[in-house]
């Protein structure tokens, strides 16, 4: 092999990671500006002042009285926000801490694509996330940092594929205490503990991811003097402030009755339904246990959560962005439905700000965007895509990201 060759292939493998790089940069650009953008006020004032509560009274006295925050692990990044900031500033502050766990997100995925289908794949995954406007909305424009849960729920998706169950478990639960519905990812590491019990024989594999998952608990948790009881309260309670049956996701619920829809009556449905979901999201794992399977059922686990029950708020649907990622990178039918279902949840996050918020929309488009027809059509486009992509990944989409790593 010549010099000429062999430069020929350092040029070569260090594209991907050039591009990648640039993607980076390109993404942190778009998202600066946006920052600025009037964003959800509310969420954004609730936000504040739990850093300000955690800068006033500190870890050990947040949960003394009136510190009811369900998002343990997100408390320490508003605690240094709370502590350097106040005003304005400190709302710019929280928009703009979706940034960093954005720019994570992206090097993940094309790590984790990278590692099974090549560098190309991973750079095309990242590109997906980064670039993605839904993504873009929902953390820099919206105030939120959904990101956060998903880069964890990523990691232990990613670790349960390479059979590291322990670290799996304990990024699954991390990522359910930056928000609870992120911790359903310990759905399938527990289900892969279960299966390795039967297949050694020995409580030892289990036992390690539950030692693991109570670790990582104790680990955000003992600093705040959060007991489970408290912290499963608090859930509780939150999840009774809203009862409608959709609050603003554009699921079958909304498109039966709408956003404005007590869900008196349909609870129990919907919950039985969300069981059903996650117990069928489970399967596949009991053929594979490769990236590509527990990338669909990560991705299952989220569409159960989003679609099934009542109560649902529109950026639940946010992980969904980063585990179907990595699969549409590879396939071009999972693109398509991929590329339908950020159009609508895009859509559906515009509505909830122009509906509930100042958002500076023109106003031809609020006019549209806020039609009644609006509603029924995104709900049909989202479970049409949401469907789509589920029987695509259960008939094996994606192979590349099955297997062993690439060579």
Do not use: C
């Amino acid at each position: 092999m010549t010099a000429a060759t062999n430069a020929e292939g350092r040029v070569r493998d260090a594209a991907p990671l050039v591009v990648l790089g640039a993607l980076l940069v390109v993404a942190a650009a778009i998202r600066i500006p946006a920052i600025g953008l009037t964003g959800h006020v509310g969420d954004v004032l609730v936000i504040s002042g739990v850093a300000e509560r955690m800068a006033d009274v500190g870890p050990l006295r947040f949960y003394e009285s009136g510190g009811g925050s369900v998002y343990p692990a997100l408390l320490y990044p508003y605690w240094l926000l709370g502590t350097a900031f106040n005003g304005d500033a400190l709302g710019v502050a929280i928009k703009a801490m979706a940034i960093p766990f954005d720019l994570a997100v992206g090097l993940l995925l094309f790590w984790m694509t990278a590692w099974r289908a090549g560098r190309w794949a991973g750079t095309a995954a990242a590109a997906l996330y980064l670039l993605n406007p839904a993504v873009i909305l929902a953390g820099p424009v919206w105030g939120q940092i959904d990101a956060a849960g998903t880069l964890f729920m990523l990691g232990a998706l990613f670790a349960a594929s390479a059979a590291r169950l322990g670290l799996g478990a304990a990024l699954a639960v991390l990522a359910g205490l930056v928000k609870p519905q992120f911790g359903l990812v310990l759905l399938p590491v527990l289900v892969l503990g279960a299966l390795e019990w039967r297949r050694t024989r020995s409580p030892w594999p289990m036992a390690y991811v539950l030692v693991s998952a109570l670790a990582a608990y104790a680990v955000v948790t003992a600093p705040l003097l959060l007991n489970p009881a408290q912290h499963v309260g608090n859930v509780m309670y939150v999840s009774g402030i809203r009862t409608e049956a959709s609050v603003h996701a554009p699921n079958m619920w909304a498109l039966a009755f709408g956003y404005e829809h007590p869900d008196t009556g349909l609870t129990v449905l919907g919950t039985g339904l969300m069981l059903a979901g996650l117990v069928a999201a489970q399967l596949p794992l009991l053929r594979n246990r490769d990236l590509r399977t527990l990338l669909s059922v990560g991705s299952f686990v989220v569409f159960a959560f989003y679609f099934l029950p009542t109560r649902v708020h529109e950026r639940y649907l946010f992980p969904a962005m980063g585990t179907v990622a990595p699969l549409a990178a590879v396939s071009a039918s999972v693109l398509g439905g991929y590329l339908a279902l950020t159009a609508g949840f895009a859509l559906s996050m515009l509505y909830a700000l122009a509906d509930t918020t100042p958002f500076p929309l023109p106003p031809q488009w609020e006019e549209v965007l806020l039609a009644p027809f609006m509603v029924p059509v995104l709900s049909v486009l989202m479970i049409v895509a949401g469907a789509t992509l589920v029987v695509q990944l259960a008939t094996g989409a994606g192979s590349r990201l099955a297997g062993g790593p690439r060579a």
